[in-house]
């Protein structure tokens, strides 16, 4: 004959789960409340589902699809982030050009030692003069934004600094050059 089964009381079948932060704490209670349950109650049910075997299957499901179109998608951006490079690299190169055959365009005529006629100062060079109380060589370049490398450039306000010395605009010192007041 079976045994009678003894009567259980509600106190024997606790079970006790201690979230281990509050943020997971808050995190569980979120989720039972978004499942419209209390925190108790949803923690049994998703137990019982995953114990089942039937636990998140189409969440799961749901979330590596999600997963595998991010990085679908991210793979894409990051080419087509690749190729903005390049072409902002080529640009910055063609600009560097552009700008160099300005200065040489509107400054050129300072390589010519024999000129005659009428040609316009850098305003930029001008400016600076003025604005500073003194300049050394090595930063006037660096303020014009001219590579120490580049001789043509260097070579044109090189020159324009020596006009600039020959009608007096400028004094040299030993420190660099200075706007005449």
């Given at each position: 004959m079976p045994r009678p089964v003894k009567p259980t009381h509600a106190l024997d079948r606790v079970v006790k789960v201690y979230a281990e932060s509050m943020e997971q704490y808050q995190r569980w209670k979120r989720a039972a409340k978004a499942k419209n349950t209390c925190l108790s109650?949803?923690?049994?049910?998703?137990?019982?589902?995953?114990?089942?075997?039937d636990w998140g299957s189409k969440e799961a499901l749901e979330l590596e699809k999600q997963?595998?179109?991010?990085?679908?998608?991210?793979?894409?951006?990051?080419?087509?982030?690749?190729?903005?490079?390049?072409?902002?690299?080529?640009?910055?190169?063609?600009?560097?050009?552009?700008?160099?055959q300005l200065r040489e365009i509107k400054y050129g005529s300072y390589l010519d030692k024999e000129f005659s006629g009428k040609r316009?100062?850098?305003?930029?060079?001008?400016k600076l003069f003025k604005d500073k109380k003194r300049l050394r060589e090595e930063d006037i370049f660096t303020l014009l934004h001219i590579d120490p490398n580049n001789i043509?450039?260097?070579e044109?306000?090189?020159?324009?600094?020596?006009?600039?010395?020959?009608?007096g605009l400028i004094i040299r010192h030993r420190g660099g050059y200075e706007w005449r007041k």
């Open positions: 109650r949803y923690a049994r049910e998703v137990l019982d589902s995953f114990i089942s075997g997963i595998l179109e991010l990085q679908n998608s991210n793979a894409l951006l990051l080419a087509e982030n690749a190729k903005l490079k390049a072409i902002c690299n080529r640009l910055e190169q063609n600009l560097g050009s552009l700008e160099e316009e100062l850098n305003s930029e060079l001008i043509k450039d260097n044109i306000i090189l020159n324009q600094i020596n006009i600039l010395l020959d009608y």
